[in-house]
């Protein structure tokens, strides 16, 4: 069965930091990305990675560009998402998305397959 699991979410002051990871299973994939939800917000697009065998690219955000990394273990089918200098603003359920195919990877119907999320909080 297709399953992304996420992981690594909690509670963090202000300018701390947290790793998310997200662990996928029962396919390969070629495109995965996070996005976040705040209460009373629209799902928002935070990251991006796609690969394929004649090419790969990363995308972020303007609003975590330069804090946020994303980054991916091929042996263990797993991606990260390194979260630096979080502001209070970056509080959201934060969800990880994927698809079979190369892609853009910026919108949320560039995706197929979805993980139950993961809960950051930031505090001032």
């Known amino acids: 069965q297709v399953q992304l699991v996420e992981s690594g979410g909690g509670l963090v002051q202000a300018g701390g930091s947290l790793r998310l990871s997200c662990a996928a299973s029962?396919?390969?994939?070629?495109?995965m990305g996070w996005f976040r939800q705040a209460p009373g917000k629209e799902r928002e697009f935070v990251a991006a990675i796609s690969w394929s065998t004649w090419s790969s690219s990363t995308t972020y955000a303007d609003s975590v560009k330069g804090r946020f990394t994303f980054s991916r273990d091929n042996a263990k089918n797993t991606v990260y998402l390194q979260m630096n200098s979080l502001k209070p603003e970056d509080t959201a359920v934060y969800y990880c998305g994927a698809r079979g195919s190369y892609g853009w990877g910026t919108r949320e119907y560039d995706y197929s397959y979805w993980g139950q999320g993961t809960q950051v909080t930031v505090s001032s």
């Open positions: 029962g396919r390969t994939f070629s495109t």
